[in-house]
């Protein structure tokens, strides 16, 4: 399984931030969820949420409703919007699929900077 995020690598204050996550060598409708992880500069990776196989959608409560996880699963993609950023979302934005209680696949992750 191998998972690649893709997206602009910048985007100004209060504008809604979306990456795409392309899975290959899996279905994102059999089995798992399919997160998204972000890692600020200096700091620890903050899950943000996630999309199940069924569709489902989980989100974390510290981003305070600012998130959606949508997929396309003609593309087996899935997609994370964010909005009304400011510079603290600055980070390196991965997607990982979760496996019982363990991220076992990761992409590679993209850098967004939030700047005007």
């Known amino acids: 399984v191998q998972l690649q995020e893709s997206g602009p690598g910048l985007v100004k204050p209060s504008q809604t931030l979306s990456l795409t996550c392309t899975v290959s060598?899996?279905?994102?409708?059999?089995?798992?969820?399919w997160s998204w992880i972000r890692q600020p500069p200096g700091k620890g990776l903050e899950w943000m949420g996630a999309i199940a196989y069924s569709g489902s959608t989980y989100y974390s409560p510290s981003l305070k409703g600012r998130t959606s996880i949508s997929r396309d699963t003609s593309k087996n993609q899935f997609t994370l919007q964010l909005s009304s950023v400011t510079p603290e979302d600055t980070a390196k934005y991965y997607c990982a699929r979760r496996a019982y209680e363990e991220f076992d696949y990761w992409g590679q992750g993209t850098q967004v900077t939030v700047s005007s």
């Open positions: 060598g899996g279905s994102i409708t059999t089995n798992y969820y």
